[in-house]
């Protein structure tokens, strides 16, 4: 998956607007514009499409991080160089507040089962044994079974009563 790809599907799944993702980027310390955010948003053979690089993608997902949960004390996390699914899975993990149980049901709502324990190898540090490479499949069926879960639960909220 791209980092453009990923910014897409998070924008779909909590339906922020340009400008709302422009606020996320100046939570990190970012300074973007709507023009940009657009650029990134746009299809690879689209005319205008720019690439996302790591570090701007590193630095909207501790943004969001920033927004769902708040600002921690002392200095900002400085953003990676260098993204891979791990690290992106683990910044979503921790904007969201979940827990084990919370990202296998992201899972299952995507129509994808995972042990608890194949879980918590992508949470590993890559020098343990025990330590797996995330694969785009995977990050896939998170972001789907989240988007499932995030827009369901809007759309429960905004029904009429």
């Not at 260098?82 to 995507?110: G, H």
């Not at 879980?119 to 995330?134: E, G, I, M, Q, V």
Request: proline share 4%.
């Amino acid at each position: 998956m791209t980092n453009n790809d990923i910014l897409r599907r998070v924008r779909y799944t909590f339906d922020f607007k340009d400008s709302t993702m422009v606020e996320i980027f100046a939570l990190a310390d970012v300074n973007t514009t709507e023009a940009q955010v657009a650029a990134w948003l746009k299809k690879e053979d689209m005319e205008g499409f720019e690439p996302m690089e790591d570090v701007q993608l590193a630095s909207f997902l501790n943004g969001l991080i920033i927004q769902r949960r708040g600002a921690r004390e002392g200095e900002k996390p400085v953003p990676e160089t260098r993204l891979n699914n791990n690290v992106i899975l683990q910044k979503l993990r921790i904007a969201m507040s979940f827990k084990a149980e919370d990202m296998l049901e992201m899972m299952r709502l995507a129509e994808f089962n995972l042990s608890k324990h194949e879980l918590s190898a992508f949470f590993r540090k890559p020098d343990n044994r025990h330590y797996r490479p995330c694969k785009d499949q995977i990050l896939r069926y998170f972001l789907l079974g989240l988007q499932l879960h995030v827009r369901a639960k809007n759309s429960s909220a905004n029904a009429p009563k």
